[in-house]
């Protein structure tokens, strides 16, 4: 089935440590790749997306992804990661039919 | 300034009873969505109006009804909720399938 995956559940990582979340679709053809954060008690906002171009995109706090096509993967990084970037992360994939889906979401908890 | 705006943002309802949530937007994007999220969970997308042709997610109950009056207002109807029907609800929109704006989502309890 077509669908979205995201491969590890939940992270734990001291401060300061790097971060990579995976995700991988199975959807063929073009599509929409984005990352949403979700902070405790708090509702979904866009991190970053990718719609063509450069495939390492960059986004707000410091966040990047690199899109490999050949991978079907849009993995999430951060060099350096603060107490603050506790949250949810989901990865999403449009394919340009209005239909957006979600990963399972990973839980990042940063140990200060 | 507020762009999809969801009302209201916290709902109990009893067993069985019916319940509407609200979502209205000022961005007069033309796609507008209904997510379910339990905790600890991904969005389920339940059901979407692209302008005024509605579109079912095919494992979304027959409890969940939509409605769409106008650009800018979409609502969602819960004929009998059911203990299993608690859940964080968020709306979005989209211009066309690009980028989504999310609401803050309405908690809706089931007692």
């Known amino acids: 089935a077509q669908s979205v995956s995201q491969h590890n559940h939940h992270v734990i990582l001291s401060e300061a440590a790097s971060l990579e979340l995976g995700c991988n679709y199975s959807y063929g053809g073009t599509v929409n790749l984005f990352w949403y954060v979700q902070y405790p008690g708090q509702h979904l906002q866009l991190l970053l997306k990718y719609f063509s171009g450069d495939p390492l995109v960059k986004g707000i706090k410091g966040f990047e992804a690199e899109f490999i096509k050949s991978k079907f993967s849009f993995n999430l990084r951060k060099p350096s990661v603060q107490w603050s970037d506790t949250a949810e992360y989901f990865c999403a994939v449009n394919r340009n039919n209005n239909d957006m889906r979600f990963g399972a979401g990973t839980r990042l908890t940063v140990k200060p | 300034d507020a762009m999809v705006i969801q009302n209201p943002r916290y709902q109990v309802t009893q067993f069985g009873k019916p319940v509407t949530l609200s979502c209205s937007q000022t961005?007069?994007?033309?796609?507008m969505y209904w997510y379910q999220q339990k905790s600890s969970q991904a969005p389920k997308l339940l059901f979407h109006?692209?302008?005024?042709?509605?579109?079912n997610e095919a494992d979304t109950p027959d409890n969940f009804q939509s409605r769409r009056p106008n650009t800018s207002f979409c609502f969602l109807d819960i004929r009998s909720p059911g203990l299993g029907d608690a859940a964080m609800y968020l709306c979005a929109t989209s211009s066309s399938g690009t980028m989504m704006y999310f609401g803050p989502g309405t908690r809706l309890t089931v007692t």
């Open positions: 961005l007069n994007h033309n796609v």
């Open positions: 109006y692209y302008d005024k042709d509605f579109n």
